[in-house]
């Protein structure tokens, strides 16, 4: 039996004692998640790239800027309307890297395959990740399988990892968004968790809403030469939805934002299945949208710019950033009223990617 | 949706409000009874639209809320048995127990489901015989004749592997309580506009005769709400007291009379006790002699229940409208929603967990001023 | 939960001892008890509960209360601006 981590010489191990176990929110994206990777990931690995906390990692290789990130994929079920765990695998990790402004170069892929998994099932999640990779214009050029006892390992777990390069001037991270910034959403949210939704036990529903899982790296950078360095933020909504990357946006930046409901673009049948679930699609993870902090005077070129591409053709400005309540992310109602959008706390849909 | 958009247009809500502003000479403490309207009010802010004389004050219309601590650990406790598949609503698993909750028994490798509907449960049932499948039935009259057909289906087909726990309690009785109790204030209710739909309104007049308070019954969505405080606050204005529909489309005076003939057979009324209110007589359900074979309480023995509440928990009083969740003073410090004390932190129609998740620890004012 | 959702009936059908139906909740389909409405028939409305269609929506009702709601305001408008501006 491993000896259980000593608390005592970690700078605030409070939050972790709560928890002797890990639970699902661990995974969820909100603040169970944050205060794992901040309280234990971070903390022992110690070095100031990390601590950066974006979607990709840039750090300095030679003269050049170098982005990593890394992903892993756990979704159930693995085959969902309008995709499957391949396509997650390679998409994910490709818009992690575009959203820290580099270019996706190369994916690793590591397998962890479940004995008695069918090979048709196999072949199926590789033949997405290659079309996925061939559409997003990556190579996956290293890779790695396991396969674990039946009963362990729920037919396929799949890791990413992926390297970009950041071309010179391009600087965009979760700390740089400022007062005045226009906030843009590349489409409409919910469709991703809402479609995983309509296939989970228990709580199944018919529709026609699929995942929108899709590879950003072409739509940014259009993005990038129509703004250039206007843009400060991007980040994609995954798990915990647009709130949760609104919020840690916030948090880093230390500004507030002010966000306007009306202007969010929901698909009627996702909005449908959040009020049958009493879910908020504001929290509902994405896998083909891109949230962007953009210098007002840009705003309106960004935005035709997104409109143009077909993965952005209901791009919308949802808000901007504020000097006031920095950290806070404020709504208006639908009805002109205003509330918060708070940090979600654990998970509100489990094994969503 | 239909019949859901159209009640939440924002030019006829702020024509509303207008309205109600322009008849409001005096201040009133109006109380929703339903969780499900405190989300609704907080989540809008439609309070941030009603005049500043108007206090909307919550009510203990949260069955996850004031389901006794007992019971919520004798749910813990079966659902922790290793033959048991526990079934319940979303929103239980997170409510604290005297030492834990849903959540950590499923972590601790309890067979947890969430399901949307008690007849999901009876289906585990169905496709699971060796296990001993046990549903939480946990709410108002809305939920009541979900729960009672889950049950009656069972007996039909003599599913001897499903049981429910049940902890039903009843609008009326509450709201006397309330009126009864030496620190009421309350001038006027808004009826639960679902628990009516089931039960009709026939028991309100009684309550009108002997409180003299306006009770209108209410929607959820801001126009139904903005309307039952407008024809609320014209009655307390003209002082008046009497019942009034004001979500017609939905609830009949006589409600739905299939639904009252079944749970009439699989429900006997009780007296219960209400987690920080305290024994309120004859406001609970549950189940009858005949469906007592069904009754997970009945079924499995769990002993050495020692019930233990946090004496930083001022849920009691948020039920009863006493206190605002924000002027608790553990809010949003020792409870949070990732670390509540009490249920009314957690549960999705909690005043407390409202107030968190929408951001109330500012002020209404300030709010609207940011 | 008093989370109620309003939806139109698409299919009515017997399910064992139950009465059951597809119900459309703004191009959701779900399925739905319908045994406590015994009288609810296809392209009806209903509100539902965990599964349970418990009420019939009253259409002309909700046309009615939409009315009210337009008229409000109007006799003011004509009578000139109101006090609280």
């Known amino acids: 039996m491993p000896e259980p981590p000593d608390f005592s010489n970690w700078s605030c191990p409070l939050p972790l004692r709560d928890y002797p176990t890990v639970v699902m929110g661990h995974g969820g994206g909100g603040k169970l998640s944050a205060e794992l990777v901040e309280h234990l990931f971070v903390p022992a690995f ?91 214009g990556v190579q996956i050029v290293t890779g790695d399988t396991k396969v674990v006892e039946k009963g362990h390992g729920d037919g396929c777990y799949i890791n990413t990892a992926g390297v970009g390069l950041v071309p ?25 968790g809402m479609a995983i939704m309509s296939v989970r036990e228990g709580l199944e529903f018919e529709t026609t809403i699929q995942s929108d899982t899709a590879a950003l790296n072409g739509l940014i950078t259009d993005v990038f030469r129509a703004a250039g360095s206007s843009v400060h933020v991007m980040r994609d909504p995954t798990r915990g939805g647009a709130a949760s990357s609104l919020n840690e946006i916030a948090a880093a930046s230390q500004v507030g934002m002010v966000i306007e409901e009306v202007n969010i673009p929901v ?54 950033v504020v000097d006031q309540h920095p950290g806070m992310v404020i709504a208006r109602t639908s009805i002109g009223a205003t509330r918060v959008i708070a940090m979600q706390i654990g998970e509100q849909l489990p094994r969503i990617c | 949706m239909k019949y859901l958009d159209e009640f939440r247009n924002g030019e006829t809500a702020q024509k509303l409000a207008a309205e109600i502003r322009r008849n409001t000479t005096r201040p009133w403490k109006i109380m929703e009874v339903c969780g499900g309207q405190t989300h609704s009010i ?97 709410g108002f009259e809305t939920t009541a004749p979900a729960n009672a057909m889950a049950v009656y289906l069972a007996k039909q087909e003599g599913l001897r592997n499903f049981s429910a726990l049940i902890s039903h309690v009843l609008v009326p009785p509450a709201i006397a309580a309330i009126m009864s109790s030496p620190t009421n204030c309350i ?121 233990v509440e946090s004496p930083l928990c001022h849920s009691g009083e948020v039920l009863q409208g006493i206190l605002k969740p924000n002027q608790c003073p553990a809010f949003g410090k020792e409870c949070t929603p990732r670390k509540p004390l009490g249920a009314t932190m957690v549960s999705s129609e909690g005043a407390c967990a409202a107030y968190y998740n929408y951001g109330r620890f500012i002020s209404a004012d300030q709010l609207a001023h940011a | 939960m008093c989370l109620a959702i309003p939806g139109r009936v698409e299919e009515i059908y017997q399910s064992g001892e139950a009465r059951m139906g597809r119900v459309n909740f703004g191009g959701i389909v779900k399925e739905v008890c319908l045994a406590y409405l015994p009288d609810i028939a296809i392209g ?31 006799l003011e408008e004509e009578l000139g601006p109101s006090q609280d501006a």
């Open chain 1, 168 to 192: 010179a001037g391009v600087n965009v991270g979760p700390s740089l968004a400022r007062s005045g910034d226009v906030i843009l959403l590349s489409g409409s949210i919910g469709d991703h």
């Open chain 1, 267 to 320: 698909r009627t049948e996702v909005r449908s299945a959040c009020e049958l679930l009493g879910m908020d699609p504001i929290y509902v993870a994405n896998e083909g949208k891109v949230l962007i902090f953009v210098a007002a005077d840009a705003a309106q070129a960004a935005l035709d710019v997104l409109r143009q591409h077909p993965l952005g053709k209901d791009a919308a400005m949802i808000g901007k």
């Open chain 1, 46 to 136: 110690h070095n100031e790239a990390l601590s950066n906390l974006g979607d990709a990692s840039v750090v300095p290789l030679n003269q050049e800027r170098l982005a990593i990130s890394t992903d892993s994929y756990v979704v159930q079920p693995l085959f969902f309307p309008g995709g499957s765990i391949g396509e997650l695998a390679v998409n994910g990790t490709v818009n992690d890297l575009a959203v820290s402004g580099a270019r996706p170069l190369y994916l690793s892929v590591g397998m962890i395959l479940e004995e008695g998994f069918a090979m048709n099932a196999l072949g199926r999640i590789v033949d997405d990740m290659a079309k996925a990779a061939r559409t997003a």
């Open chain 2, 42 to 138: 907080i989540r809008n802010g439609i309070d941030q639209l009603l005049p500043p004389e108007i206090e909307m004050v919550h009510g203990p219309g949260c069955p996850v809320c004031v389901t006794p601590l007992e019971m919520i650990d004798q749910a813990l406790a079966i659902a922790s048995q290793p033959n048991v598949t526990f079934c319940s609503f979303g929103d239980m698993l997170r409510v604290p127990g005297s030492e834990k909750d849903l959540f950590r028994v499923r972590g601790d490798g309890g067979d947890v489901r969430i399901v949307y509907s008690p007849l999901d449960a009876v289906k585990l049932a169905r496709q699971n015989p060796e296990r001993e499948v046990v549903f939480f039935g946990v």
């Open chain 2, 187 to 307: 001038d006027a209710f808004l009826a639960a506009g679902h628990v009516c739909s089931v039960m009709g309104y026939r028991q309100y007049p009684e309550l009108v005769e002997r409180f003299h308070v306006p009770i209108v019954v209410t929607g959820f969505e801001p126009l139904d709400i903005l309307e039952g405080i407008r024809r609320t606050v014209n009655q307390l204005e003209a002082g008046e007291a009497r019942v009034e529909n004001a979500y017609e489309r939905i609830v009949t005076l006589e409600g739905n009379v299939t639904a009252q003939t079944l749970l009439q057979d699989v429900f006997e009324v009780v007296d219960r006790s209400w987690r920080g209110i305290g024994m309120i007589p004859a406001s609970g359900w549950q189940l009858r002699e005949a469906y007592r074979d069904f009754d997970a309480s009945r079924r499995f023995s769990v002993r050495d229940i020692h019930t």
């Open chain 3, 44 to 74: 009806d409305y209903t509100i539902v509960h965990v599964g349970f269609a418990i009420s019939k929506i009253d259409e002309a009702s909700a046309r009615q209360t939409l009315q009210t709601f337009s008229d409000m305001g109007l």
